[in-house]
């Protein structure tokens, strides 16, 4: 029997080394994908401004203008952001608390069904961008990212100049 749970460790070992060799393409690939949907997202906003203007009041937000300029302009460059992986963390945080103002103002009866009803809930126009936000900010970009490769650098520099 314990030949038999060595195998089974073993296993599931591998497995496990192979989800870890995997978690660096996966956020790249979640990166570049939609930050650049994040990023035209952004740039269709940003060249529709009085469209954009004219729902946000609808929607009874303040400065109106002021705050269609701000976020299309945020979108667009958080987008960017998000697919070099440049302060990733700090984009993904603004574009989860973006994307939680999205949800709560144009899309309040989908966020308050988060556990009344799931499939509304994840069927929100602001869901795909909020969850990648959270997948971001919990778990980094990755090894492929102008953040880790900031980071490499910096930490060898300390080493090589005391």
Do not use: C
Request: no cysteine; hydrophobic share 50%.
């Amino acid at each position: 029997m314990s030949n038999l749970t060595n195998q089974i460790e073993r296993l599931y070992a591998l497995f496990l080394r192979i989800l870890n060799s995997l978690q660096s393409p996966f956020l790249l690939i979640i990166r570049v994908y939609w930050g650049w949907q994040l990023s035209q997202n952004g740039w269709g906003k940003l060249h529709n401004l009085p469209h954009v203007t004219e729902f946000f009041q609808s929607l009874g937000l303040p400065a109106p203008h002021f705050t269609a300029a701000f976020v299309s302009s945020f979108e667009f460059i958080a987008g960017i952001l998000l697919a070099l992986g440049l302060l990733s963390r700090i984009a993904a945080l603004g574009v989860f608390i973006d994307m939680t103002t999205a949800f709560i103002t144009a899309d309040r009866d989908a966020f308050m069904s988060f556990f009344s009803d799931p499939n509304k809930f994840v069927g929100g126009d602001p869901f795909i961008f909020w969850f990648i936000a959270l997948i971001i900010l919990f778990f980094g970009p990755g090894k492929f990212a102008l953040d880790t490769l900031i980071a490499r650098s910096r930490h060898k520099t300390e080493f090589t100049n005391p």
